[in-house]
Structure formats: C-alpha cells, structure tokens
C-alpha cells in the first residue's frame, strides 16, 4: 500500500540543494584571518569546557571517596585555643575569663558577635575582631584604649572608684585593668570637671577636652621627661570657659597651658622659667601660679606672699601701704 | 526575547555586477539598528552570476571585512541577495474542494491547496528560491483569509521563482568560505520593494524595478502582496556597452559619457548641440551630438523597461497598478528614467526613496537592495521560523484531527 502524506511534498528549495555544512575553504588572506581568529575562539572554548569538566570530575572523585572532607569541612571540632594578639596590655586569661567560652562548645557553634560585645564592654578595648581559624582556634584581635588620666568618680555600685578609674584620649572613661602600678602612679589626676553618667547609668559620658590634654602630655613626656613626671594633677576647669589647661606641680601650684598656642614651645618656657626660678636663694617665696596661656615673649608668674608676722592689736587696721605689700607679688619673665 | 538576551548581529550581503554592498545590523528583541555599512568595487561578477570565484570572493570578503570594521561587531549570519540571469519564474494554481465541517474552510484545507500549488516538478539541476503565493480564491471570488469562511471550491496560486542551483551554490559557497551561515537567500527585486513601498501602496498596486549594472530586477506587488518577482538580464553597462559601440569609443569613456550627459528621454533639439568627449582639447578629444547619446541612451532605457513588461506579462495592467511604478538602483540615477517608465508602463513613476530613517549615503538608490535586503531577511527569517513551529506535534495532532472530521 502507498503512503500518501497528507500534505504534499512540494519543490526542492535552495536549503534542499544547497548543504552548508561543508568546511570552509578561505582563498584569500581576510578569509584566512578571520578562520584563524575562528579557530582559535573554538578551540579556547573547548580547553575551557574540558577544564570545567576536569574540575568537575575531580571534585565529584573527591566527594565521592571521602564525602566528609567536601561535606562537612570543620565538623564543629571543640575549641582548643584562643589566639590573642593585642596592643596593649590584657593577656589571654583575661580574653578567656571575660569570654567565659564552655570549652566542649565547638568552633562553629560560637556566636561571635555576642563574644564581642562581652570584650567591648569592659571598655578597655576599643575595636576587637574575631575569627574562627580552622580547626580549632578562635583567633581575637584587640585594640586597646591607653590612658590619659586618672579620675576619681563613683561607679556604678556607688562606691568610690578611686585609682581604677581611667581617661582615654578621645574622652572615655574606663576601668582599667592589669596596668603596671608604675604606670599608674605617673598617671596625672584630672580634676576640674566631674564626669557625667550615659542616661542608661551605665558607663560615664566622654569627657570634653582630652585630646589636647594627652597631646599636652605627649609633648612634655618626649620633650621633657623629668618635668612631665611632676605633673600631679591636670584641671580642666577653665578648659572649657577659655581653652586653658591647668596643672599642679610639687612646686608650682598652678600651671595654665593655652590651647591655642604650640604645647612645645609653652613646655620649653616653663622648663627654662623653672631653671630660672630653682637658681633663687633658699628661702624666697614660693612660686603660687605660672600662666603660659598669655601668649607672647611675656609669661606671668605670680608668687606666695611670705607669712606676715603677728602685729600689735593697735594695728588692727593696716595702712593702704600694708595691704599693697601684702598682695602677691607679680613678675614677668622674658625667656 | 528579553531584554538582557545578546542581540544577533546580521549581514545583508549583495554581489552585484559593478560592487559589493555589506550592511550590518544589530537584532535586539523586535528592533534594527544599522550598524555598519562596506562597499568594494566587484570582480568576477558578470550580469548577477560569478564567473570568477576567487575574484568575487576576494571582493565580497573585504567588503564584509570592512562592514565589520565599522560596526565594531562580527557577524554571525548573513542574508544573500540573489540576482542573474539564471533566475526564472513560472505560475502554478491549485483547487481543492473544501472539506471542513459544515461547508467552512479549515486550516488543512489552507495548508492542503498552498502545498498542492507548490508542488510543480523544476527542471533538473534548479532549485526553489522563493514561493510568491497570491491571494486565495473561494469560489471564484478574492478571499485574503478564507479560515471558517463556507464555501466549495478553494484555489490559490504560486509564483515559482527558481534558479541555477549551481549559480546559487557559488554565492552560498563564497561566503560559507568566510566562515559566515547563509540563513535567507533574497530575491534582489524583492528586498529593495519590500523597502520602498508602503503596505497601501502594496495593497494598490505597485511596481518596483531595480536598475542594476548587469541586471534589472523587478517586483510587482498586487492586493498586498509580491505576486510576481524576476530578472532581466540588461542593466546600466548594456547602456554603457551600446555608447561605446555607437559612438566609437573606450568603455571607460562611455561610462563618463554615461554618466554626465546620457538621458532616458531624448530632449535635444538639433544635433548642433554637441559634447565634448574629454573637454581639454587634447589629442583623441572630439565632438559629440548630444542628441546621438540621448537617442542611444534612451533606446536602451526603453528596450530594458520593455524586456520587464513583456516579463510581467498578462499579469501586469496599469490599471491594477494604481501606485505607479517605483525605480531604484545605481542606473536610477539617469534623467528622464521616470518619464520613460511612464511611458513603457502606462502608469506615473518615481524614484524610490527608503522608507526608514537611514543616514544620507544609504539613501542613494544603490543602497536600496542592501538595506531592503535585511528587512526582508528578518520578516523571511521570522515566518520560516513561525512555520517550523507550527509544524510541531500540536499543530500534526490539529491537521489530523481536521482530516479525520471531513471523512
């Protein structure tokens, strides 16, 4: 029987007669050019697709002889190790007591950013990062805050937090930890101002002023070790009326330092009105107030007044000459 | 296609008589954008036909390689323009008796009487180039879309345009050696109406005559649509042929004389009026009547457009073609070429004018084939396409299903 389709077949077209599928035969040199260029896309992406299929292959060897090693690559391995590495002065047992890390936990059960914000809250330590190094260490990296001053303010219990209180340069109050006593010993007290607590009770407010005072004692500790060891007390009071920073020494109850003027150049003033000042014969008054913060070759220096011996009651009064000689003396030194 | 899909970038190639013509355009979603454009003078090319491969091809490479240099982008497929000689044409019609439910006319009865009118025998050693089906018949009355219209008798006719498949293979084959796919094969008539004419001119009537050098390609388009399509083989180097026999001069001279004094309507008045051949009064300079090259100019104009009339045939009345006659290509460009297609044609004539936005040097004339060319390639491209899905399981499922209801 003869299949006759139902739609009939009709006349070869140029498709039918004409097959395209022979290789190209370039004659000339553009033809030439463009099949070596062609050649050359094919054949990079054949050596693409084979690698793609290499790799692939091995992978799939890989999962398929040792699944655990594609599947589960740190299987949660218990904590081992914490590597610390800081600026300043915590040690590792201190990273670890405040973590309080269950040592059974494994690496990837950790919450890291809850580990964190533990190390941030003793304020010591300004930015901390925390990484999981495979299999079993948890690398923590620190950076400190270094302080400034000491402060004398109540903590949060109400007590007095005495020497344990610290000022950062960029204002922040905290208690440090595990500073060499020397250290702290040569640390200035700040006065002047109280610092004020956060509203949420925890902590106190930055303090105003502290970047110009850790610049103060940078300069005088580089330039002049043995005055800025004498540095006892470091008074902010007028700090923000008028910019000027007040200091008491053994020997000068008051020492004003302008903001706006070069620290090192007030520093080497008062080193040389010092020297000046100790080459006096024993006995003369002692020095009340050095005031750096007037600017110019003219620096004021004001003295304690002798005692005044005790006068007859007949001199209950004193002459207007008495109460002039009894006013604190005043000279300027030109260094 | 979306948005983010890479557009294709396609050629439309013609090897014409007298130069190569490359546009590149790029294909993003439903839109076109002309992007690069390369012309180098044609060898090994006589009347439309490659007579000199290597040649040809060596031409048609560097106009690709230079398209390709301006759009900045390779192409991946190329539309071929067909031209020659060789190409021919014949009318076929078939009827069958519709067989739809209830007397209507289904999609299988549409498919069934297209592929009937399709399926004439080619003499040996031709191939199909295009199927030009006109407007279906039902009942003897004209029926655009006879889908579900009642009726007995539906016929349609097809256009046959077939070729040399030796001919066709050799421009196939000349850009299968630069590594580039033919995807649509073009009649050159076709693609340069499918750019000058608007779709109510088509509707209208319209009759578009391509001048080239070595061949004259036409189109003629009636009730919307191209019914017949064909080559003649006379074009502007005949002209230039017919000057330097008559006048007794170079080829070379000709095609100057050609180019700045010929005409295809004779307007001199006396043959005191003369030109001079080389204008510097040098030796082998002489003296010709202006009237001697407009009569030889406008006799070879006539007899070309003649040759295309008497290839229309019965077909062609001036009055089925209500929007005239449009003229394009490189041989366009002689004066009076409207008033002697007026003339031959009995219907007005002008020259045609791209009906796109295109910069002003693809709107010379010479240009139209190419850039009809791409348009035509696409809408080609995309139908071919529209059918090959059709013919998937579903619609093999639908035509059975019809088939089996009309038993």
Not at chain 1, 166 to 187: C, K, M, Q, S, W
Not at chain 2, 67 to 78: F, I, M, P
Request: charged share 20%; with cysteine; net charge positive.
């Amino acid at each position: 029987m003869n299949h006759v389709p139902l739609i009939p077949q009709t006349a070869p077209t140029w498709r039918d007669t004409i097959p395209q599928d022979a290789p190209p035969r370039p004659r000339n040199r553009v033809a030439r050019r463009r099949l070596a260029l062609a050649s050359v896309r094919h054949w990079v992406a054949v050596g693409a697709a084979t690698a793609c299929l290499l790799f692939g292959y091995i992978g799939w060897r890989a999962w398929r002889d040792n699944p655990a090693v594609l599947a589960a690559p740190a299987s949660s391995a218990p904590l081992r190790e914490i590597a610390l590495r800081t600026d300043g002065v915590l040690t590792r047992a201190w990273v670890e007591q405040t973590l309080k890390i269950d040592r059974r936990a494994g690496l990837m059960d950790l919450d890291l950013a809850a580990l964190r914000d533990r190390l941030l809250q003793s304020g010591q330590v300004r930015t901390a990062v925390l990484a999981r190094r495979f299999p079993d260490v948890l690398a923590v990296i620190i950076e400190e805050r270094s302080p400034v001053l000491r402060v004398h303010a109540r903590t949060e219990s109400g007590a007095a937090g005495g020497d344990r209180l610290f000022v950062a340069r960029d204002g922040f109050v905290f208690t440090g930890e595990l500073y060499p006593a020397h250290l702290v010993e040569n640390l200035p007290l700040l006065a002047g101002v109280t610092p004020a607590r956060n509203p949420t009770g925890r902590g106190f407010a930055p303090v105003e002023g502290l970047e110009s005072v850790a610049s103060l004692l940078g300069t005088a500790r580089s330039s002049a070790p043995a005055l800025a060891k004498e540095f006892e007390v470091v008074s902010l009071a007028r700090y923000a009326r008028d910019g000027v920073i007040l200091v008491r020494t053994p020997e000068v109850a008051e020492i004003a330092f302008g903001t706006r003027d070069d620290f090192y150049l007030q520093i080497a003033r008062l080193d040389y009105i010092l020297e000046q000042l100790r080459a006096r014969p024993t006995g003369a008054a002692p020095v009340r107030s050095i005031d750096l913060s007037v600017g110019g070759r003219q620096v004021p220096v004001a003295f304690d007044v002798p005692p005044v011996p005790a006068k007859p009651a007949t001199a209950a009064r004193p002459s207007a000459r008495t109460a002039e000689a009894a006013r604190p003396p005043k000279i300027f030194f030109h260094p | 296609m979306s948005a983010f899909s890479k557009p294709r970038i396609v050629g439309a190639v013609e090897i014409g008589t007298t130069k190569v013509t490359v546009l590149v355009g790029e294909v993003a979603g439903s839109r076109l954008n002309l992007i690069g454009f390369g012309e180098f003078p044609s060898r090994g090319v006589v009347k439309g036909v490659v007579v000199d491969s290597k040649a040809a091809g060596e031409a048609t490479h560097r106009a690709i390689d230079a398209a390709e240099k301006t759009a900045g982008a390779r192409l991946q497929q190329v539309f071929l323009a067909q031209s020659g000689a060789h190409i021919d044409g014949f009318y076929h019609e078939a009827t069958v008796n519709v067989g739809g439910l209830e007397g209507r006319v289904s999609a299988f009865d549409i498919e069934n009487v297209y592929g009937l009118a399709k399926q004439k025998a080619l003499p040996p050693g031709r191939c199909i180039v295009h199927f030009l089906r006109r407007p279906f018949y039902l009942d003897g009355t004209l029926s655009p879309s006879p889908e579900d219209i009642r009726g007995d008798r539906l016929s349609v006719g097809v256009w046959h345009v077939h070729g040399d498949q030796h001919r066709i293979a050799d421009g196939v084959h000349i850009i299968r050696n630069f590594n580039l796919p033919v995807t649509e094969l073009v009649l050159s008539g076709l693609a340069a109406g499918n750019i000058l004419t608007t779709p109510e001119e088509r509707q209208h009537g319209v009759l578009v005559i391509d001048l080239g050098g070595g061949t004259t390609d036409f189109a003629y388009y009636r009730h919307g649509r191209a019914c017949l399509a064909g080559v003649a083989p006379v074009g502007g180097s005949h002209l230039t042929n017919d000057l330097a026999l008559g006048l007794r001069i170079t080829e070379g001279q000709a095609e100057k004389m050609k180019l700045l004094h010929a005409r295809a309507t004779v307007t001199a008045k006396d043959r005191v009026d003369s030109v001079w051949l080389n204008g510097d009064m040098g030796i082998g300079d002489r003296r010709f009547p202006r009237m001697t090259i407009e009569q030889i100019a406008a006799a070879r104009t006539r007899e070309t457009l003649e040759v295309v009339r008497k290839k229309l045939g019965a077909l062609y009345t001036p009055g089925e073609t209500l929007a005239g006659v449009v003229l394009t290509g490189g041989a366009s460009a002689l004066p009076g070429i409207e008033d002697a297609a007026s003339r031959v044609f009995e219907v007005p004539a002008r020259l045609g004018t791209p009906r796109v936005e295109v910069i002003e040097k693809l709107r010379h004339p010479s240009c139209s084939t190419a850039l009809g060319l791409l348009h035509q390639g696409l809408s080609q491209q995309h139908d071919n396409n529209a059918t090959r899905a059709q013919a998937g399981f579903g619609s093999k499922l639908k035509n059975f299903l019809d088939r089996l209801a009309t038993v």
